[in-house]
């Protein structure tokens, strides 16, 4: 069931969904902004911004609102400008946004409302700040229409799509492009997940999800007829909503694209999605919003859950709440039960008990996965059934050679038994041997019999027999827990490990590795690095061992160059190691220069290239820095040229000042868009160069590109 909570109802298509701490906010593609109370749900303002306007499209996309700080952003048909507007204490406008060339087609804000921005019919992206809403910087153009735009949560990367199926990753704080790609569809709505390294895409043709650093698509799903138009993440980054402009709500495995259920709904025509903790927000083009408490009935299910009751939780999930198949605990209770309850289910299945099968089964057939599984067992039932057979009449000989040819019988619960029984009479033959070799040696032969026909247990018995003191040795060690010495053993003599002594020293290994994982996680690198030697010891440890100590080493390094503030060595190493991500060092390094970058676009905005430099002095020479210090320089420069249009006194060449800009950033539309509001477009077009958009990178830093009184640049 839909854990409706309530309803609303604007005038025209819903075109975006917000919450502040008491208010709800949307707008339409009539313009209409309005605010709701966040408690009774009634409207507390209404300002509609163009009642002569054409209207937006019903699905448009160039309708933003800020995630917390009450900001909305709008296009307008047949214009390129956009207004931000804030909402207290009244619905005003505060700025326009005039960078585009063409109309929006696409606004989006950051996660933390630090970033704005928009795309274009031009096929531009631009980025402003989310303080005052300068202009920060612009993407590499695109073919055509911007079609989407989303940010990562951290809100260091962008992912912007077109209409002409060209994807782009860029890098915010570096400035850079990270990957570009061609898709199937065009890509209407995506979000980043896994610690933003891949993206989760709608389309108009399905869904896929992709790969940032792999640069691979992991899986698509094409859904016919099923134009999608927008979705939204669920906390758990497991599953998500999307919607689309003929189809009903969906909820969606993220792994697998694969759809888990659909959302009852009396509507459709999805425009926009919105989750504020546990109310997901869900605007139609008919104007009605629907808002659901998605934790509808929680505590209700965790009780079930707890004393393992699934029938109870699906019968809950379809009565009261849809949304409660998402919780993480549901997902952990269905696989650490399903695995038993399938071997007593293929038992029944054997017996020939099929209702009774499908009967214990049942809770766990919502899982598309798991019903599969069972269906698949189903199908092999005769197998199973002569494998039971064969083993209830002790020819294990035979039942071994059934489940080669019949691999999926490994996974019953007679073949568990099975080995069970051959590992009881093999530590038990191991004992008898232990306590007089040569007397009991007709016992153990007679004990091991029913296996030793069997091909994978054949060689086993014949090394015990041929190996007595081999096998009496590792024990030894093992139960006297000296695994340095046991796994010595198990390395020169390789049929020891196949023993079940040797599986639960893996266990003791793997706990070891838990060690210098936990003593790495609280920095202790040193320690682990101590821990690291003695599992290098152990043979089926000593690659992983290995890696380890490698990849410690690499931290104390980095943390030696954060901590004598080497910094080009530290970013040096920062960018080659990703491993090197996770470390508090490394965020500090990062947040240093964000902090820096974010003082230095302010000296930027006042068209000061001297106080950008001065204050990023220690990062000019750091390569990953390059483009992010050339685009702040950019906006500095720009701001200059517009501050120095109508100064008379001074002597400016203003041919000259632009070719040093084209020399550096090419003729872009940033240079086309100021000159012509200077009244020098037609010193512009005198200038035959394009430039190069990365020609920074070949030419000296400059404070200021006013050529004054024929002096050089400084």
Not at 547 to 569: P, V
Not at 694 to 714: H, M, R, T
Request: hydrophobic share 40%; with cysteine; proline share 3%.
């Amino acid at each position: 069931m839909f854990p409706l909570q309530s309803k609303l109802r604007l005038i025209g298509s819903v075109l975006g969904i917000a919450t502040d701490e008491d208010c709800i906010i949307c707008a339409d593609n009539f313009y209409n902004i309005v605010t709701f109370s966040i408690q009774d749900k009634v409207i507390n303002q209404t300002l509609q911004l163009s009642k002569d306007r054409e209207p937006l499209h019903p699905f448009s996309k160039s309708v933003a609102i800020s995630h917390k700080n009450g900001r909305v952003v709008t296009g307008f048909t047949s214009t390129s400008k956009g207004i931000v507007l804030k909402t207290k204490p009244k619905i005003t406008p505060i700025t326009a946004l005039t960078w585009q060339k063409l109309e929006i087609s696409k606004i989006t804000f950051s996660y933390d409302d630090n970033y704005l921005a928009t795309g274009g019919e031009d096929g531009r992206v631009l980025i402003y700040t989310g303080e005052n809403y300068h202009l920060l910087l612009s993407l590499p153009p695109f073919p055509d229409y911007i079609s989407s735009i989303a940010f990562s949560e951290c809100g260091t990367l962008i992912f912007s799509t077109c209409f002409g199926k060209t994807a782009m990753v860029f890098n915010i704080l570096k400035n850079t492009k990270i990957i570009d790609f061609k898709t199937d569809f065009v890509v209407e709505d995506a979000f980043f997940y896994d610690d933003n390294t891949k993206l989760f895409c709608v389309t108009r043709g399905g869904i896929f999800t992709y790969d940032i650093y792999k640069q691979e698509y992991l899986c698509q799903n094409i859904l016919q007829d099923s134009w999608l138009t927008t979705c939204q993440k669920l906390p758990g980054e497991e599953f998500a909503v999307v919607g689309g402009k003929y189809n009903p709500l969906r909820l969606i495995r993220i792994s697998n694209n694969s759809i888990v259920d659909t959302i009852p709904s009396e509507y459709i025509g999805t425009t926009s999605l919105f989750l504020d903790k546990n109310l997901l927000y869900i605007g139609y083009s008919d104007g009605t919003i629907e808002i659901a408490k998605i934790n509808t009935a929680e505590e209700e299910m965790l009780e079930y859950l707890a004393n393992d009751d699934l029938r109870s939780c699906l019968k809950l999930i379809k009565e009261k709440n849809i949304f409660l198949q998402t919780l993480p605990q549901y997902e952990e209770k269905l696989d650490s039960l399903w695995q038993d309850k399938l071997l007593e289910a293929i038992d029944l299945l054997a017996k020939d008990r099929l209702q009774e099968a499908q009967s214990l089964i049942e809770p766990f057939m919502h899982d598309n996965s798991k019903k599969e599984e069972f269906d698949y067992y189903l199908r092999q039932k005769a197998s199973v059934a002569q494998f039971m057979d064969l083993i209830e009449e002790k020819n294990y000989t035979e039942a071994y050679h059934l489940a080669k040819q019949y691999p999926h019988l490994e996974n019953t619960m007679a073949y568990a038994q099975l080995e069970k029984l051959w590992e009881k009479s093999f530590e038990l033959a191991k004992k008898l041997l232990a306590q007089d070799a040569q007397l009991n040696i007709q016992k153990v032969k007679e004990l091991l019999k029913p296996f030793a026909n069997v091909q994978a247990k054949k060689e086993v018995i014949s090394t015990l027999l041929k190996n007595v003191d081999k096998f009496l040795q590792a024990d030894k060690e093992f139960k006297a827990k000296n695994f340095i010495e046991y796994f010595k053993i198990c390395e020169k003599f390789p049929f020891l490990q196949a023993t079940r002594s040797y599986k639960s020293a893996l266990l003791v290994g793997n706990q070891i590795m838990q060690r210098i994982s936990a003593l790495e996680n609280q920095n202790e690198l040193h320690k682990a690095l101590e821990v690291c030697k003695l599992l290098n010891a152990m043979f089926p440890f000593r690659n992983i061992a290995n890696e380890k100590s490698k990849l410690i080493q690499l931290k104390q390094e980095f943390s030696q160059y954060c901590t004598s503030k080497q910094l080009s060595k530290a970013f040096e190493m920062a960018e080659e190691h990703f491993e090197l991500h996770s470390m508090l060092e490394y965020k500090i390094l990062y947040d240093d220069f964000k902090a820096k970058s974010k003082i230095a676009f302010g000296f930027a905005s006042n068209g000061d290239g001297k106080g950008v430099i001065d204050t990023l002095k220690e990062y000019l020479n750091i390569k990953c820095w390059q483009d992010k210090i050339a685009s702040i320089l950019k906006i500095a420069y720009l701001n200059e040229f517009i501050q120095n249009a109508y100064q008379s006194s001074q002597n400016i060449n203003w041919k000259e000042s632009f070719e040093y800009y084209i020399e550096r950033y090419g003729k872009d539309e940033e240079l086309k868009k100021i000159a012509t509001e200077m009244g020098l477009e037609n010193i512009l077009k005198s200038i035959p160069q394009e430039g190069n958009p990365q020609g920074y990178l070949s030419v000296s830093l400059a404070e200021s590109l006013l050529y004054i009184n024929e002096q050089s640049l400084n």
